[in-house]
């Protein structure tokens, strides 16, 4: 089934991680939907390198924390925090592809 990962997360969220790199936080309603998704392998450097139109060498990581239900992808920012033409200095306001993606999860209740 396709869902949308702002209906089975319950936080998703976007932080600085320096000044050069861009935190997104995917954490998710419980463990077995968490299971679910991580089983999947649907959180890719493929789906944030289209969502974020960012080539996938990019995305520096993409770390599975159990204990927390979530998943945490670390990517370069296109522009530096606080330089020229950045539009948001905290990285705050990055999560925004993330709310509308959509991914397949087999057997899906």
Do not use: C
Not at 38 to 64: C, F, H, M, Q
Not at 71 to 79: A, D, E, V, W
């Amino acid at each position: 089934m396709i869902v949308k990962l702002r209906n089975i997360a319950k936080i998703i969220r976007s932080k600085n991680a320096g000044p050069y790199e861009l935190t997104l936080d995917i954490m998710f309603n419980d463990d077995e939907v968490y299971q679910k998704v991580k089983e999947a392998g649907v959180i890719n450097k493929e789906l944030i390198s289209r969502l974020y139109t960012v080539p996938a060498d990019k995305i520096l990581d993409i770390i599975e924390f159990d204990p927390a239900a979530a998943i945490k992808i670390t990517m370069l920012r296109p522009i530096v925090s606080g330089n020229v033409g950045d539009t948001d200095i905290y990285g705050a306001q990055q999560h925004a592809p993330l709310l509308n993606a959509a991914v397949y999860i087999p057997n899906w209740q």
